[in-house]
């Protein structure tokens, strides 16, 4: 048995990607189906989800990391479906370490051909978004790892849930963030704060 959980605030979409589920893998087992991230988490608490299908736009104000987040923490790969493409977005779902993502007018053949990838165990990057993450920020040069670190923490994460995401130690991940800051104004751009950080990761693509 194969089990899922379809977070996703439109109904005709999640009614959609249930009969996509129910036709092409025959014993699927949906755990949760709706559109409240908290109750979505619960289902997997005491149950292995194989694949969790979210949306990154609840309508709750809740992040595309936070979303992603709550279900890579407890290690359930995570197959975005979602209508915001912009180059931040995707940075940010799949720094905060989701398997694979498409949009929303994608194929249902093409979803499906994803979700095998995801259960096996792979990621699914397309060239495009692969040429997205390897770009640097816009005007500033910054590591792989100092990247996650920015996109992490701007996205609203904590020092400390940054550096257990990151698996390193609270103290290497605010040295990550010193020295972003460090290149940031030297650029002439403020940093010293959360918000100006965010602004900061906003304007080089990373958010």
């Keep these: 048995m194969t089990t899922f959980v379809i977070l996703e605030d439109h109904e005709l979409v999640r009614e959609g990607i249930r009969m996509m589920l129910v036709r092409d893998f025959p014993e699927a087992e949906i755990l949760y189906s709706g ?24 309508g709750d104000g809740t992040s595309p990391v936070e979303v992603v987040s709550a279900f890579v923490r407890r290690d359930v790969p995570v197959l975005v479906v979602s209508s ?3 180059p ?26 994803v979700i095998g990838h995801v259960l096996k165990g792979y990621a699914w990057v397309t060239s495009d978004l692969a040429d997205v993450m390897s770009r640097d920020s816009v005007g500033i040069q910054l590591s792989e ?28 991940a605010k040295s990550y963030l010193d020295r972003i800051r460090s290149k940031y104004e030297k650029s002439g751009i403020r940093a010293r704060t959360k918000v ?12």
């Design 84 to 86: 915001l493409g912009s």
């Design 196 to 207: 100006e950080l965010s602004n900061a990761a906003r304007m080089s693509g990373l958010l």
């Design 145 to 172: 790892q100092e990247q996650a670190a920015l996109t992490l923490y701007a996205s609203g994460l904590t020092l400390e849930s940054v550096a257990r995401h990151m698996s390193i130690s609270p103290n290497t």
């Design 35 to 58: 559109q409240d991230l908290h109750a979505a988490v619960n289902a997997v608490i005491s149950c292995t989800c194989d694949c969790a299908i979210v949306d990154l736009d609840l």
């Design 88 to 113: 931040g977005v995707i940075r940010s779902a799949l720094t905060a370490g989701a398997s694979a993502y498409v949009t929303k007018n994608s194929p249902n053949d093409e979803l499906a051909f």
